[in-house]
C-alpha cells in the first residue's frame, strides 16, 4: 500500500551545524505534510507543516521543503541546538478521507 | 484541560486481562486518532474517528482490539485478553478535522504486558 518512508534512521550532528531530515512519500492525493518532534517519554509535538500547492515553508530556525515531483519532503534545522535531539516524524493528510499517515522516524543526535 | 489527555500514563497488566485505555481529546475536536507505537520504532495507525461517521478501524491489528468514542468526545481503547506483543505506548490525537488541520497528541499511555 501507499505510505511514507524516511531515508536515514539515525542523524548525527555537531552543535550549531545545520540538520536535514528527509522523508519520501508514495501517495500522490496527500495535500497537507506535518513534521513533528518527538521528545523521550512524549508524545509527537507539531514542528511546522506545509500544502501541496507550496514548496517551502519557513519557520523559527526551521524550513520545509517539498518536491512534489519526486514526492520528497524535508525538514532543515539551522544552528542545530542539544535541544533538538529528538525523533522527527513527517506525516501526510490525503485529501480522501483525512487521515494522518507517519513515516518510519529520523533519530536526530546533536553532539557538543 | 488544554491538550489532550490520556489515561493511565502507565499500566501494567497480567497477560490474558482485558485493559481500557481512555483519551480526552481538546474540547471541539471532531477527529480523534488512535496510534501504538513500540519501543525506539514509529507510530502505528489504529483507529480514527471523524465526526458522526463510521470510524476507519482498518488499523486495527486483531478483533482483541475495539475503541469507542462516546458523545463525539472521550474515546476509550479496549484490549481483550492481552498478549506480551500488545506491549507499546498507546498515543491518542485530537484535531479539528478536514484535510489540513494539526493533530495535537496526549502524552500516551505506556502498556507493559506481563
Redesign the interface.
Known amino acids: 500500500g501507499e505510505s511514507v518512508g524516511l531515508h536515514l534512521p539515525t542523524l548525527s550532528v555537531q552543535e550549531g551545524d545545520n540538520s536535514i531530515i528527509n522523508c519520501a512519500y508514495s501517495n500522490s492525493a496527500s ?2 505534510f ?1 513534521w ?1 518532534k518527538q521528545e523521550s ?6 514542528i511546522i ?1 506545509i ?1 501541496s500547492n507550496m514548496d517551502k515553508r519557513q519557520g523559527q530556525r526551521v524550513t520545509v521543503l517539498l518536491n512534489k515531483t519526486v514526492k520528497h519532503l524535508s525538514l532543515q534545522i539551522a544552528a542545530t541546538q542539544p535541544g533538538d535531539s529528538a525523533v522527527y ?1 513527517c ?1 501526510e ?3 480522501a ?9 529520523t533519530r536526530l543526535m546533536v553532539k557538543p | 484541560g488544554a491538550g ?1 489527555s490520556q489515561s493511565p500514563s502507565n499500566k501494567v497488566t497480567e497477560k490474558g486481562k482485558d485493559v481500557e485505555l481512555r483519551c480526552d481529546p481538546i474540547s471541539g475536536h471532531t ?1 480523534l ?1 488512535w ?1 501504538r507505537q513500540s519501543l525506539g ?3 502505528e ?1 489504529l483507529i ?1 474517528f ?1 465526526g458522526n461517521s463510521a470510524p ?1 478501524k482498518s488499523g486495527l491489528p486483531s478483533d482483541r482490539f475495539s475503541a469507542e468514542r462516546t458523545g463525539g468526545s472521550v474515546s476509550t481503547l479496549t484490549i481483550q485478553r492481552t498478549q506480551q506483543e500488545d506491549s507499546a505506548v498507546y ?1 491518542c ?1 485530537s ?1 479539528l ?4 488541520t ?7 499511555t505506556r502498556l507493559t504486558v506481563v
Open positions: 495535500d497537507y506535518i513533528y517519554g512524549k508524545g509527537p509535538q507539531f507543516d500544502r516524524f506525516a493528510i490525503s485529501n478521507g483525512n487521515m494522518l499517515t507517519f513515516g518510519g522516524g | 489532550v477527529a486518532y496510534y520504532q514509529g507510530l495507525f480514527y471523524q476507519d498515543l490525537a484535531s478535522g478536514g484535510g489540513d494539526e493533530a495535537f497528541f496526549g502524552q500516551g
